[in-house]
């Protein structure tokens, strides 16, 4: 928190820069004018100049509304300059009174002795719609909210913080700082109704608290470099920006660093973030971003992404053909809200595509909601690019696929006996889930090739975006 003491410092330094207070008649045509315009005659004492601007400081801090009038006549006397501009900055800080007592803010530093070294970010960020700079620890987050300007009568985004560490705290914690809240709003006069209102929209579900959202653009044709950008997501449509790159990267660049970025996440929820969600170009979605190595913790072993956290694919190019969005979002929407009409999902055949042609296979998309392929052994084995049957089923607005980027008969029956299980509720909602279950479980077999160890899926929701114009969308 900046102290009182260290405000009147700084005014009475930058008065001493000023001509119009050093030189004693300036200063008494400064002075007249201001009892002339708040009927405040302020009083300078002392006799070094040191102790001049100082005095000048205190005792205009002690009327209302003079500190910034005289403010205001200083920009007048000396033009807008730096100086003018600082002064007029930290006189509206020391006119306007802090948002806590002192007994209350000794109050609240107890409290957050429990949260020092636990998942405060999300908290903070639901807290306030838009902060000035991300908190570097706990006691910067309460300097920052408490500075929050807000209209009389709301609820100060410092109780909103408060609040929403309550409902995550101990039952014996959560009561003392549910009752320090109140004694605070009561204090500044906050309707009681108003302070419930907040506590009832505390928190988004737990188990989707946290996602990373990475999209990686090309950068030129024919380069292989990428421009990425990052954000971290909890809550509906709460947002924080974590990279927005302008120079571009290779992949292994952007995958030594996503250490970086699931540590930012850990801050907001200890396990880490729900889901991963990778938005990639055509020329990348056979990409095995889930077999990147990251770690668990710093300067532990390694293990695969897809091990630690249900990974799924994106698809970056429709996000801005709006014929396919409007099918995409329909499609989606019938698997988010018809479970029980949910259509088996359409299975098919990459080594057939050639002979059945691409405009039957494009019929066939037509009403598919969910489509698994197999057959995948005829890929490329080294591609990063689309293969033609995602391609055309990604022009057909399909939100969810599963295939295998090393296909043999063993993974088809996998896949076959997948399509089964697709037709039970609430199984496409489990799929993120399932695929790292299904990554983990290879990872321990006893013998390589287990046919989920390199199942990719793409899990698209249309409206789960951070980027809107192609723009930033942040609470910080």
């Known amino acids: 928190m900046i102290r009182r003491a260290d405000v009147v410092s700084e005014l009475a330094v930058v008065l001493l820069r000023l001509d119009g207070f050093r030189d004693e008649q300036t200063r008494e045509v400064i002075l007249d004018e201001l009892a002339e315009e708040t009927g405040e005659r302020v009083v300078v004492d002392g006799t070094e100049s040191g102790q001049q601007a100082r005095s000048l400081v205190l005792n205009c801090a002690r009327h209302p509304d003079v500190l910034p009038t005289l403010a205001a006549l200083l920009r007048d006397f000396h033009g807008d300059t730096p100086d003018t501009h600082r002064f007029a900055d930290l006189a509206l800080q020391l006119a306007v009174p802090p948002l806590l007592t002192r007994r209350e803010r000794d109050a609240l530093r107890d409290f ?39 209209p009389p009568g709301s609820v100060p985004p410092l109780l909103r913080f408060v609040l929403a560490l309550a409902h ?20 500044l006069k906050i309707p009681v109704a108003r302070l419930y209102d907040v506590a009832d929209s505390r928190l988004p579900d737990e188990e989707d608290q946290v996602v990373l959202v990475l999209r990686i653009q090309p950068y030129l044709p024919a380069r292989s470099e990428y421009l990425l950008s990052v954000w971290l997501g909890h809550g509906p449509g709460q947002w924080v920006p974590l990279a927005h790159e302008d120079d571009p990267l290779a992949l292994d660049q952007i995958a030594a660093r996503m250490d970086d970025f699931l540590a930012t996440a850990r801050d907001y929820h200890h396990a880490g973030p729900s889901r991963v969600e990778f938005m990639l170009p055509r020329e990348l979605m056979n990409l095995p971003v889930d077999t990147w190595s990251v770690r668990r913790h710093t300067g532990g072993p390694g293990f695969s992404l897809g091990q630690l956290y249900p990974v799924v694919l994106r698809d970056l190019e429709r996000q801005h053909d709006p014929g396919v969005r409007a099918l995409w979002r329909e499609k989606w929407a019938r698997l988010s809200w018809n479970r029980r009409d949910l259509q088996t999902p359409l299975m098919l055949d990459a080594t057939r595509t050639a002979a059945d042609g691409e405009y039957e296979l494009a019929l066939r998309l037509r009403s598919a909601l969910t489509v698994l392929v197999g057959g995948t052994a005829s890929w ?8 033609p049957e995602i ?5 057909a607005g399909v939100p969810v696929m599963v295939w295998h980027r090393r296909g043999d008969d063993e993974t088809d029956r996998f896949l076959r006996s997948l399509a089964h299980r697709l037709d039970l509720p609430d199984e496409i909602a489990r799929l993120p889930d399932s695929c790292r279950r299904w990554r983990r479980e290879a990872a321990v077999a006893p013998y390589e090739g287990v046919p989920a160890s390199r199942v990719a899926l793409l899990w698209d929701d249309p409206d789960h975006t951070p980027v809107h114009n192609g723009d930033f969308r942040s609470l910080l």
């Not at 908290?123 to 929050?148: G, I, M, N, Q, Y």
């Not at 490329?380 to 293969?387: I, K, L, N, Y």
């Open 380 to 387: 490329h084995e080294h591609s990063t690019a689309v293969p």
């Open 112 to 150: 957050l002795r429990l949260w020092e070294n636990d998942t405060w970010r999300s908290a903070f960020a639901l807290a306030a719609s838009l902060v000035p700079e991300p908190p570097r620890d706990l006691v910067h987050a309460v300097e920052l909210l408490e500075d929050l300007a807000l």
């Open 168 to 187: 995550r705290s101990a039952p014996d914690d959560r009561g003392a700082m549910l009752r320090w809240t109140g004694e605070v709003a009561a204090r």
């Open 391 to 395: 391609d055309l089923a990604l022009n």
